[in-house]
């Protein structure tokens, strides 16, 4: 994972941070220790780890929010980031039985169209526009919250 979120292709639509392998060894131990978060590793059908999803639960609120990233560029555009995204909410409004799942963080930078592009193909809705809200390569960019309604996902399904 340490080198999925070193390359700029990928850490660039995350925190705009690289990371090292201790940095993200200490990151999953801090979320292993908080049961409100889940760590998913996305595989392939063969079991091949390919990415990487992160789910924060918040139970006062009845409601999460997932972040993601197919680390590995060989699967880019393949279905898995749309696959593992489906696979969250229906384990979020179905198991769960959350009210909303947004995207974490601030969303997705303005940017990532196939991220944009995915979120809505699932029935995500733009809640607004936080601008200049991430400095990226020394540039200022906007991001888009999204989110979406135990009711709208039964309508999606």
Known sequence: MARWYS????FKFISGKKTTLARQKKQIGLSL???DVNNFIIETKEGLPIGHLLFF???Q??????GM???DKNYWGEGYARDAAKTILEYGFG??????IHLAGNGTCEGNLNAIKTAE???????GLHRDRVKLDGKYHNMI????????WGKKK
């Open 69 to 71: 990233a197919i680390g």
């Open 95 to 100: 198991k769960l039985h959350l009210h909303q």
């Open 145 to 152: 919250p999204m989110s979406m309604l135990a009711k709208e």
């Open 57 to 59: 639960i918040d139970k």
């Open 7 to 10: 390359d700029p292709d990928i």
């Open 121 to 127: 193909s699932l029935g995500f809705v733009r809640e």
């Open 33 to 35: 220790k908080e049961k």
């Open 61 to 66: 609120n009845d409601s999460g929010s997932f």
